[in-house]
């Protein structure tokens, strides 16, 4: 099935032609209530999408098109733990890991709910033993630091928590992410620590990831300078889905945390895969993260579509990619502890969307996911922005705006705040050639050097941007975040009839490295690759030290 046919997606190629010469900047002067009209809240979340380029009618023939494709049932199918998942067989229940309502979850016959709630159990009853002082080091210490060793979405997810949430950091507790195989990252990262106070979460779903299981090897040889192998139980824990593979590590499989196969990678950090954001801010407030989750989900269920912020922001995001041609989405959160909330959602979304291959099988002829990606603002703005806002390429750029800082004792915010307002507008708005004209006139230029420059200073504007805007980051708010955006990803995949829940990009990454790493020993058999390749590896050969 080709959305192509569908003819609410006609019906949207004849709007976008008539629409193509409509700009924000008259809407806005031609509609007062704009503002009023393309808002959309969840609790205390709101999105203002007024700054798009849409009409009221754009906006129902997107809707209109959601529910050519069935949109309410597919959700439902998702709620509900349907194998979704078509290629992999399995079900999708991030969502069951932050069902707060506590009812079942069927997956083959058997509620998965009670297997949830004793992991939550299991890693609260951890928590509090580490943070008061029942869980001590091989010493007798108490433990400090925590290092999660895992890569993708055993790290990315929880490490954007909790830097997002550092302001809820329990005292005495530090966390470190290791991720990358490169040494570097877990020698700088162990040169900060003592082995009496460490505690490692060896964090893999399937407990065979090349990059994880090295790292976690030499962590524990560092462990094990100082002390001896009966001690690594105080010191290591896992997080798996593969208890052999944990056991056959030497990780006591009491020292275990379960997940399932019914969770994705980037959507686990609400599993056990979060025990770091759990250790590192509370396991009261990991809770209230998966309460906020839990709220978006009702949203997502429940709301009509026309009022559902998931489905609205999916729709605008087909909109851009498959109707204006944008090829990439920016995602500028003006909140410095967020640095890494646009690296998470690109994961989510490239990873979810980035396939060339529908449900069926067949190639696919349309634009799917786009390019994701973005830093905190203002920084931004002092760098790619001016592409945004000049440039050859639509972007569409989502703002995210907390209110209220949580360190007012350096009260930079409504300056943080005015800068991105200023942007969403500035970039819908424009300036035209009068306006420049204006400008120039009253610094005094004229003539020649006025028509020089004039052009140089238009900006079109009609750039479109989403604000989300809330009262302050919140574990529940950072909650309702990521579930708004997994639940968008999952919108465009039903839209572009893909199944965003596999990713065999990413399994092929596993396998092709494993076949090199012996031939790049001297003398080692060299099995057949592109000419490039095996010069390069010859090359490495030769260089090495
Ligand atoms: C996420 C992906 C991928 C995965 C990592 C780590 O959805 O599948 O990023 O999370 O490759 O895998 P393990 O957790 O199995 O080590």
Redesign the pocket.
């Known amino acids: 099935m080709t959305p192509l046919n569908i003819p609410e997606w006609q019906s949207l190629v004849r709007h976008y032609s008539d629409l193509k010469y409509v700009s924000m900047r008259e809407q806005f002067a031609l509609d007062s209530d704009r503002a009023q009209n393309f808002l959309v809240k969840s609790g205390d979340l709101l999105l203002d999408y007024s700054k798009n380029r849409i009409t009221k009618e754009t906006m129902e023939k997107l809707v209109a098109l959601a529910q050519s494709v069935n949109m309410n049932d597919w959700v439902e199918r998702m709620f509900s733990g349907e194998a979704i998942n078509n290629t992999e067989g399995r079900a999708v229940l991030h969502t069951a890991l932050r069902n707060r309502s506590n009812t079942p979850v069927m997956v083959d016959g058997k509620d998965v709910m009670p297997a949830v709630n004793a992991v939550l159990t299991q890693m609260k009853n951890f928590c509090q033993q580490v943070h008061n002082g029942e869980w001590l080091g091989y010493t007798g210490k108490r433990i400090t630091n925590i290092v999660n060793i895992?890569?993708?979405?055993?790290d990315l997810g929880p490490a954007m928590i909790c830097d997002g949430l550092e302001a809820y950091g329990v005292e005495g507790i530090s966390v470190h992410f290791v991720s990358n195989v490169d040494g570097a990252d877990l020698s700088t990262t162990l040169e900060k620590l003592n082995q009496e106070t460490t505690l490692f979460v060896v964090?893999?779903?399937?407990?065979?990831?090349q990059e994880?299981l090295t790292n976690a090897q030499s962590a524990r040889a560092w462990f094990l300078k100082t002390a001896k192998q009966a001690d690594v139980a105080k010191h290591f824990v896992a997080v798996s889905t593969n208890a052999k593979a944990v056991a056959e590590f030497g990780i006591d499989t009491e020292n275990m945390f379960e997940i399932w196969d019914w969770v994705?990678?980037?959507?686990?950090l609400w599993s056990a895969?979060g025990l770091p954001i759990a250790l590192y801010i509370g396991m009261d407030n990991f809770e209230r993260m998966l309460a906020g989750g839990h709220e978006m989900d009702l949203h997502f269920r429940n709301q009509p579509l026309a009022e559902n912020m998931p489905v609205i922001m999916g729709l605008l995001g087909v909109w851009y990619i498959n109707f204006h041609g944008a090829q990439t989405q920016a995602i500028v959160p003006y909140d410095h502890s967020l640095a890494r909330f646009p690296n998470h959602m690109q994961?989510l979304d490239m990873?979810s969307n980035g396939k060339v291959t529908n449900r069926e099988g067949q190639r696919i002829s349309y634009k799917t996911g786009p390019i994701i990606w973005g830093t905190p603002g203002t920084n931004g703005q002092h760098a790619y922005f001016q592409l945004i806002h000049q440039g050859t390429q639509l972007v569409p750029v989502d703002f995210v705006l907390p209110v209220n800082s949580h360190y007012p004792e350096c009260d930079h915010q409504s300056i943080l705040l005015a800068n991105g307002l200023a942007q969403s507008e500035a970039l819908m708005k424009g300036k035209n050639a009068e306006e420049v004209r204006a400008e120039l006139m009253a610094e005094g230029y004229e003539g020649k050097a006025l028509e020089a420059l004039l052009p140089h200073k238009v900006f079109p504007g009609n750039r479109p941007s989403n604000t989300l805007l809330f009262p302050q980051l919140t574990p529940e708010m950072l909650g309702q975040l990521v579930a708004l955006y997994e639940h968008k990803v999952f919108v465009q995949g039903v839209i572009w009839n893909i199944n965003s829940f596999d990713?065999w990009g990413?399994e092929l990454g596993?396998q092709l490295a494993k076949a090199i790493v012996p031939e790049l020993k001297d003398g080692a058999e060299i099995s057949p690759h592109d000419s490039s390749t095996t010069n390069l590896i010859n090359l490495i050969r030769t260089l090495r030290k």
């Not at 895992?150 to 055993?154: A, E, R, T």
């Not at 994705?264 to 686990?268: H, N, P, Q, T, V």
């Open positions: 895992g890569i993708g979405g055993s964090a893999s779903k399937t407990f065979t990831t994880t994705g990678g980037r959507y686990s895969i994961q990873e990713q990413v596993k």
